[in-house]
């Protein structure tokens, strides 16, 4: 199962996935392109595949992304590639802006869309700020940027507000394990239940 986690920088959704997968078991992470240089705290190949954007624009050529986006300035996507190789073994995450999301659940590709918010305005100035890794201007466009994004909250099936970073991850582990106990993904077990019965 494909779950699109996204919200406004800042808000938490990276921190969140970690200590997801940290906890459950059978969760991947869907490692994303981008043109956007590299932060010091970042690893090529585990948080981003940094590349040009020559590269990146040959990819979109390509047709190689499920989703893409110029966002803050940089383009980020999904390959296609990526999705193929790591949803095979259990759950993925992608952990991705809100234009990618939103074209994530228009592509008819089975997602679970999950909108991470921060409690306020202000808390997330405040987390911006307080990551030490931004330049002042970029915060003030991710600030900008977060102000339309937040409003598109309301078209995701589910909202978790990180409020308390134990509380958030606690909500989204539920959205996972609840996910994996629908219908139609116990499918195989549900016929092999139902046929000892017979």
Do not use: E, W
């Given at each position: 199962?494909?779950?699109?986690?996204?919200?406004?920088?800042?808000?938490?959704?990276?921190?969140?996935?970690?200590?997801?997968?940290r906890d459950l078991r059978k969760v991947r992470f869907s490692v994303s392109h981008t043109t956007r240089p590299r932060r010091p705290s970042e690893s090529e190949g585990k948080d981003y595949y940094f590349v040009s954007r020559a590269v990146f624009e040959r990819m979109v050529a390509r047709r190689q992304f499920a989703e893409w986006a110029a966002v803050h300035g940089h383009c980020y996507g999904t390959s296609k590639r990526e999705i193929a190789s790591k949803s095979r073994s259990g759950d993925l995450m992608l952990d991705?802006?809100?234009?990618?999301?939103?074209?994530?659940?228009a592509s008819g590709i089975p997602v679970v869309p999950v909108f991470v918010l921060p409690p306020r305005y202000q808390d997330l100035v405040r987390r911006l700020r307080g990551r030490g890794e931004d330049k002042p201007e970029v915060i003030k466009r991710r600030l900008r940027n977060a102000r339309a994004e937040?409003?598109?909250a309301v078209k995701f099936?589910?909202?978790?507000?990180?409020?308390?970073?134990d509380r958030a991850v606690l909500e989204l582990e539920s959205?996972?394990?609840a996910s994996r106990c629908r219908r139609d993904a116990r499918r195989a077990a549900l016929r092999e239940t139902l046929d000892s019965f017979k």
């Open positions: 199962m494909l779950f699109v986690v996204t919200g406004p920088s800042g808000c938490g959704k990276s921190t969140m996935i970690h200590h997801v997968m991705i802006d809100v234009q990618g999301a939103r074209q994530m659940m937040v409003r598109q099936d589910y909202i978790v507000i990180n409020d308390r970073l959205i996972i394990l």
